[in-house]
Structure formats: C-alpha cells, structure tokens
C-alpha cells in the first residue's frame, strides 16, 4: 500500500482565497484524522471520522474551517476565507479499528498563506 | 476527556548516552499508549504502543517505554542515543471512543 497520500504538499495562497487539502486513506481503514501542526500550537486534532462519520470536530477553530468525507477513500479539509494564521502543517491520518491500532500518517500540506 | 502531557521540551543529548523521554497522561478511561517520531519534513511514524500485559514495551529502533499506571505514566526510553536520534517525539493516547491525542512533543538533539 502506498501509505496516506496527501496532496498538494505545498500550497501558498493569498488571504481571503479559499483552499483545500485531500487525504487519501490507507485501502481498508475505516478511521481517519485531520491534525495541524504549528510551532507555537504543537499537533492540534482537529476532527476525526469513523466510518466516513465526523464525530468530534470539536478541534476546528472557527467556522472558516470545514472537512468532508464522502467514501472511504477521500476527505477533504476546507478553509475559507483563509488567513495567514491558518499557515502550518496539515496532517491526514487514518488507522483499522478502534483502541489499540495505529494511526497512520500522511507526509503533511504545509499551507502558507500571505 | 483524555490529555497527555510531555514534561519536557527540549531535551539535548551527547552520543551514546541515554535518554528518557517523559510522558504523563490523563484520562477517565481506559487509554491505549503510543510514542511516535517525526523526523525533520516528515510525518509521524510509530516507535511503540501499550495495548496490555507486559508494562516494558520494545520499538523499533532500540527505543523502549514503560507503562506505569499508579503514576499514570509512559516515559521513553534509550540506553545509548545516535545522532540519527535527532527528531521530534510525541506521546499519544487513545481512548476506546479513538480520540487519538497527543502530546507537545519532545524536541531531542544529539550532539557528537
């Protein structure tokens, strides 16, 4: 398996533009988890799916910020508007089961925004 | 709710000596432990995990953790450190709900 793909792996983009991130799964895991990192911040959780259902997004900062998961193959991470606040790195992971397995993780997006 | 607590850092190191990495964590119920590394530009791979049973737990690359309960603890640990060591490492917790939380991370560097 190829691992967690994430695309694009770099993006810079204008305040006020809108920007999306995709996540493709590991074939068969049937969680999967959205995270941000930032020096100042650390690794942020910012929604986890289970079955391609968000159950916590409690991790979202604002309403400027939107995931989907259509199937079990693809999820999407919205900002918009953006703002140079929202640069960091975003990690997609996703794992099997519950509990006791692993999360998986993807290279990052790291998003600039200027 | 759960949370996970690293105690330190930053955490600079000399070649071949050991470290330990600390980790607390915080929850109501019952919690699977994990440490992962990041690398410089990279994501995050898993070290090891507690699941149950034996609280020493062997990962890759030498590395090791202990679980202790009573002190709700699961610090890292390695008898002698290579400059190839020098990452970022993160302690995690996930509770049967499989909200994965993590830590602040421990920044290690090695030093020749």
């Known amino acids: 398996d190829a691992g967690v793909i994430q695309s694009p792996r770099h993006e810079v983009t204008e305040m006020g533009q809108e920007v999306t991130l995709r996540c493709k799964p590991i074939?068969?895991?049937?969680?999967l988890f959205w995270y941000r990192q930032t020096m100042m911040r650390g690794l942020e959780l910012l929604i986890y799916f289970n079955n391609n259902v968000p159950i916590d997004d409690s991790g979202m900062p604002e309403d400027r910020f939107s995931a989907k998961m259509p199937n079990a193959s693809f999820s999407t991470l919205k900002i918009q508007p953006s703002e140079p606040r929202d640069s960091a790195v975003y990690f997609c992971a996703s794992s099997s089961g519950q509990g006791a397995a692993e999360a998986f993780f993807g290279q990052g997006t790291r998003l600039t925004v200027v | 709710a759960q949370s996970v607590t690293q105690l330190d850092s930053q955490v600079p190191v000399f070649e071949e000596a050991p470290v330990e990495l600390r980790c607390n964590y915080s929850?109501?119920?019952?919690?699977?432990l994990f440490w992962y590394v990041q690398y410089p530009n990279q994501g995050l791979q898993l070290l090891l995990k507690?699941?149950?049973?034996?609280?020493l737990v062997k990962g890759i690359n030498g590395f090791e953790a202990e679980f202790n309960k009573s002190q709700t603890s699961f610090h890292l640990r390695k008898p002698s450190v290579h400059i190839s060591d020098t990452a970022e490492y993160f302690c995690?917790?996930?509770?049967?709900?499989?909200?994965?939380?993590f830590g602040g991370g421990t920044r290690v560097l090695v030093k020749p």
């Open positions: 507690y699941l149950s049973g034996s609280t």
């Open positions: 074939s068969g895991h049937n969680s």
């Open positions: 929850s109501s119920v019952s919690v699977y």
């Open positions: 995690a917790a996930r509770s049967a709900g499989n909200k994965l939380t």
